[in-house]
């Protein structure tokens, strides 16, 4: 047989070992957004506030972020077995200790736990995938992959707020337990060892990265609270983030052995498309850290209908990713982006103009555009990025992409979290000031004579502005979010045309693409 036909990896029963790893990766990519409905119930549980309960999405991404780049490192100290087995194992107990926490500092905790064990487990998933299928099979199995990766985006809020409304919102986190357990299983019976080497890591460049990563995310989540540089705390932490960062771009681009190859930056393709990226994941998380809690508390449906009205998004996605290699190898990747991106601000700009009494029609179309934008944003901005790229860089190319597009989705939740903060807070007030005495359904004078009733109807009318101010500061970031869209798209005139892949390079660019 000729190498072609040969695939890296063999195994006993591929049908089951594949079984074993598709549902690890579901496993990790439904815990970014089956929490997301129950975001709500979770803050009245664990004593949090409305800004303080992002943490619960934050802190997941973020240490996602922070372990990615030591993807590689790891699978050459330890091997692609070892490394597996040893996530899904301490993905699953995080996922236990989530669903028993107590307080918001445990669940958080715990929480980035979870992501340091699941932030390997797309990638490896996409590894075994393609170690244990020969050249022919690549483009059908990749087709396969990018589908299941898009199962839980789509699945998570359905399950999540089926699983809050009829049991707890606990069990969003109890029910990775038999999943974990049957991946195990599998992988133990059918995942084979791979070969080890020493590699040297750029320990010294991952701790600069990881602080200034770190450090600019506490600046956004705890700025609104402590006034932001009002307070010494967040100056220090600025400080420190900006020192760290200015640290490790000097140490990367003077260092013999960087923990990035500072030759790939040369490829202005590849360059650019870290800032595609890391713009496509903080609209897409800001989105859906935003949509639960207007949902359900603007608009009243419960957890599960909220999962309901989210899960278009999802199919939109599907749909569009399934007929898009049709066009993969017949488009300039630059107008399927721009394409894109506009159909994602469109979608934005819609959901910035509705109103508290509103169908759910508008909710669902909005949806479906948003999930076909980001399909169309997701694969073209990967065959940007490594169409001109130099073989040799694309293992530590994929890592920095994850690292942005991750970093980007936890500066995305903290700084909509923050805007829809102060932006209540402005509206009350502003409303505020129209509620007159004139608008009370007794003179103010009166108010000592009809005591009971006019606090309660004054706390009515308290609640109204409060409504009213919140979807305003809903509308306002949705705005701001579609803006940024529109003005992203003039980059791509930097951007030069490179080859466009067919067949193996297609499909793996496109499941890259995907997670």
């Not at 803050?43 to 934050?58: C, F, G, K, Q």
Request: proline share 5%; charged share 10%; hydrophobic share 55%.
């Amino acid at each position: 047989m000729s190498p072609a036909d040969t695939p890296p990896m063999r195994v006993r029963n591929r049908p089951l070992l594949l079984t074993g790893v598709m549902a690890a990766m579901i496993m990790q990519t439904l815990d970014t957004t089956i929490a997301n409905v129950a975001l709500p119930h979770m803050s009245a549980s664990l004593s949090a506030t409305r800004d303080t309960i992002t943490w619960v999405l934050t802190s997941y991404v973020l240490a996602s972020a922070v372990v990615l780049p030591l993807a590689g490192w790891l699978v050459d100290r330890v091997g692609i077995r070892r490394l597996m087995l040893g996530s899904v194992t301490l993905f699953t107990i995080a996922s236990m200790l989530c669903g028993a926490a107590q307080s918001l500092d445990q669940m958080v905790a715990f929480r980035v736990l979870q992501g340091l064990a699941g932030a390997f487990l797309a990638p490896l998933a996409q590894t075994v995938i393609l170690d244990t299928s020969t050249m022919a099979e690549r483009p059908r199995m990749m087709s396969i992959y990018t589908q299941g990766v898009m199962l839980g985006p789509i699945s998570g809020p359905i399950i999540g707020g089926y699983l809050t409304d009829n049991f707890n919102w606990r069990w969003v986190f109890y029910v990775n337990l038999p999943v974990g357990i049957g991946c195990l299983a599998l992988l133990l019976l059918y995942l084979p060892d791979t070969p080890r080497r020493e590699r040297r890591i750029d320990l010294f460049g991952w701790l600069l990265v990881a602080a200034a990563v770190s450090a600019m995310q506490l600046v956004l989540d705890r700025g609104e609270d402590r006034d932001w540089f009002a307070s010494g705390e967040i100056v220090i932490e600025a400080i420190v983030a900006a020192s760290c960062l200015w640290m490790a771009v000097v140490h990367l681009s003077t260092a013999k052995a960087p923990l990035f190859p500072t030759a790939m930056f040369a490829d202005r393709n590849f360059s650019i498309g870290l800032v595609f990226i890391g713009l496509i994941g903080l609209v897409m998380m800001s989105v859906m850290a935003l949509l639960p809690g207007l949902l359900q508390q603007i608009y009243g449906y419960s957890p599960f209908q909220s999962g309901m009205l989210l899960a278009p998004r999802g199919v939109g996605m599907l749909i569009s990713i399934t007929l898009f290699g049709r066009w993969m190898t017949r488009v300039d990747p630059r107008a399927l982006l721009a394409l894109g991106l506009g159909l994602m601000s469109l979608s934005l700009w819609l959901m910035a103009h509705w109103s508290i009494d509103m169908p759910r029609l508008p909710i669902v179309i909005s949806g479906l555009i948003q999930g076909v934008g980001l399909s169309f944003s997701f694969m073209p901005v990967n065959l940007i990025s490594f169409a001109t790229l130099s073989p040799q860089f694309r293992t530590d190319a994929s890592g920095l992409s994850n690292l942005l597009r991750n970093l980007g989705s936890s500066v995305g939740i903290a700084a909509a979290s923050v805007l829809l903060s102060r932006n209540v807070q402005l509206n009350h007030a502003e409303i505020g000031t129209h509620v007159t005495s004139a608008l009370l359904p007794f003179a103010g004078d009166m108010n000592s004579a009809f005591a009971p009733i006019s606090g309660a109807v004054l706390g009515v009318v308290d609640a109204m502005v409060n409504q009213q101010a919140a979807m305003i500061a809903y509308l306002d970031d949705f705005l701001v979010m579609s803006l940024g869209c529109i003005a992203a798209i003039p980059l791509l005139l930097l951007v030069k045309p490179g080859a466009r892949p067919t067949g193996q390079s297609a499909a793996s660019a496109a499941a890259e693409g995907a997670h």
